[in-house]
DNA sequence: CAACGTATGTCAGACTTCTGACATGAGTCA
DNA sequence: TGACTCATGTCAGAAGTCTGACATACGTTG
């Protein structure tokens, strides 16, 4: 697809290829989510508070993969209209647990369900077999640039 | 890694996996193109420019996975500080043929290196049928997600 | 106990990217 | 030829995210 002008290597690179798909992913995510009024990372807050309650913020940025202080903007958002609940008072050292609130369970369950047709359109035309290799694969990769040691 | 609290399927997700990966090496990518003075889709628009050259500014922002209007931007400062050159006049039509300087090519010669190296590091451990077939998946992945038709 | 390093929440400012909008140039078709 | 559609470049404003900075809370270590 796209020109073949020169004949690139960006079409088998992976470093590239990830780059694509997840862009593409991205993309198919906003256009469901926006209709529902969320973005992706507002989703992501959600559904993350959804499978496992009482994440403090920097958890939540974590497994959102933004830093503390995009998810503290949004987490303050989301509790001023009413989607989670953080006490006031922190149990244990600084971090609020938060939780959602049935509005928020509620706003979570439509956009859970557009964002899974979207993984299962994505997943179309891939076995079993396909889907496990490719989450080994990209289980490695990122092993791979996490772990650091390794000069090179 | 994590917790594993209440052992949710966020691990078992190839959407939430493909956005991991991209961030790590999104992540991986930013840390060595800093010391360059360079973003990712800097990066990414010297580099497709060095591969085809003569790229319009909507062309390359289709590479980069970004908008025109935002390669618009990057654009003119590229051009600005002597990168890139634009045409004064369309030959054709109202795209702008974009090239590298002798300066651009420069400038992108140690950026290509690093990023390469942070490529190598996150292929390291995998065979040659790993990453073929880590590739077949990626492509299938887009393909499913940008051909639209397929109601479900 | 005191000092240190680490992790957290939060505020402020800057940067990047996005959406919306407009005008221009090329191709198509009646 | 004229109308229509599409792609492009560009400007302007809005939204999201980032970096930098500060104060606080915990655990470790002397």
Redesign the interface.
């Given at each position: 697809m796209?020109?073949s002008?020169?004949g690139?290597?960006?079409d088998?690179?992976?470093?590239y290829?990830?780059?694509?798909?997840?862009?593409?992913?991205?993309t198919?995510m906003e256009e469901v989510l926006r209709p529902l009024g969320m973005t992706v990372t507002h989703y992501s807050c959600l559904e993350?508070l959804a499978?496992?309650p009482g994440l403090s913020n920097s958890?939540l940025a974590?497994?959102a993969?933004v830093t503390r202080q995009s998810m503290n903007v949004l987490l303050q958002n989301l509790e001023r209209d009413g989607y989670v609940t953080r006490p006031a008072q922190a149990p244990v050292g600084k971090a609020l647990p938060a939780r959602l609130t049935p509005r928020g369970r509620r706003s979570l369950e439509r956009a859970s369900a557009a964002?899974r047709?979207?993984?299962?359109?994505?997943?179309?035309?891939?076995t079993e077999a396909?889907?496990a290799?490719?989450?080994?694969?990209?289980?490695?990769?990122?092993?791979?640039?996490?772990g650091d040691a390794?000069g090179?």
């Amino acid at each position: 697809m796209s020109q073949s002008g020169t004949g690139i290597d960006l079409d088998t690179s992976l470093g590239y290829l990830l780059k694509e798909a997840s862009s593409v992913l991205r993309t198919a995510m906003e256009e469901v989510l926006r209709p529902l009024g969320m973005t992706v990372t507002h989703y992501s807050c959600l559904e993350l508070l959804a499978q496992r309650p009482g994440l403090s913020n920097s958890e939540l940025a974590r497994g959102a993969f933004v830093t503390r202080q995009s998810m503290n903007v949004l987490l303050q958002n989301l509790e001023r209209d009413g989607y989670v609940t953080r006490p006031a008072q922190a149990p244990v050292g600084k971090a609020l647990p938060a939780r959602l609130t049935p509005r928020g369970r509620r706003s979570l369950e439509r956009a859970s369900a557009a964002v899974r047709s979207v993984e299962v359109r994505m997943l179309a035309g891939m076995t079993e077999a396909e889907q496990a290799d490719a989450l080994r694969s990209l289980r490695s990769m990122i092993r791979s640039l996490r772990g650091d040691a390794v000069g090179a």
